[in-house]
């Protein structure tokens, strides 16, 4: 979602698949932003300088095991909370948070009803 509430891509995968493989594929999809706020599942080199060469700084949580560490504003990622409760209000639907759609695209659907009612209300 952006700043103002708007779903702007969002990418279905297995369940049991790590964080990381999509995003630079979700992430090219929409305008380069200034900044990009994540969390430790998305410190890794290669996607750091994927943001950097488009232009966005990323402000990503750095993994605990972490040798060589990056430059990290706590106070720029402390907007990340924003992030965290628009899936809550999301998940505030049953059906999404519990996935009762076992198929993909209507799970897909369901996600998407969710965010148009939630950015409606």
């Not at 700043?3 to 297995?14: C, H, I, K, Q, Y």
């Not at 990381?20 to 999809?29: F, G, R």
């Not at 992030?83 to 897909?108: G, H, P, Q």
Request: with cysteine.
């Amino acid at each position: 979602m952006d700043a103002r509430g708007r779903l702007v891509a969002f990418n279905l995968t297995e369940g049991n698949r790590h964080d990381l493989p999509p995003a630079q594929s979700l992430v090219e999809k929409v305008p380069p932003a200034k900044t990009l706020l994540g969390d430790t599942a998305y410190d890794a080199d290669a996607f750091r300088t994927f943001l950097k060469e488009r232009g966005t700084t990323p402000v990503i949580k750095q993994n605990p095991t972490r040798k060589n560490l990056h430059p990290f504003d706590p106070a720029a990622y402390k907007g990340r909370n924003v992030i965290e409760r628009a899936f809550c209000l999301l998940k505030d639907w049953r059906r999404v948070a519990t996935r009762y759609d076992k198929l993909a695209r209507k799970f897909s659907a369901t996600v998407i009803l969710a965010a148009i009612v939630r950015w409606w209300i």
